[in-house]
């Protein structure tokens, strides 16, 4: 029950993260993007998955792999089309 809760939990974080990867790519308007944000959201998720590592925790380690893909992608978006 515990995993299940945490699998919910950080799919809902995971999940939130898809609209602006979509817009920011579809779009390719970032500038309203704070690269300092991510950059933070970026090192947490790190963080968080080292912590998932070290307490055999999968639903953080999983969840916050995803994150960081997505913000990567944010990320991404923000480097390559910011003018």
Do not use: C, E
Request: net charge positive; glycine share 4%; hydrophobic share 60%.
């Amino acid at each position: 029950m515990v995993h299940f809760i945490g699998f919910a939990a950080g799919t809902l974080t995971v999940v939130s993260f898809l609209p602006q990867v979509i817009q920011a790519w579809r779009t390719k308007k970032v500038q309203d993007v704070s690269f300092a944000m991510m950059a933070l959201l970026m090192a947490s998720a790190v963080t968080w998955i080292a912590y998932g590592v070290m307490t055999d925790d999968m639903p953080v380690i999983l969840t916050n792999a995803i994150a960081l893909t997505f913000q990567a992608a944010i990320m991404t978006a923000k480097i390559k089309f910011q003018q």
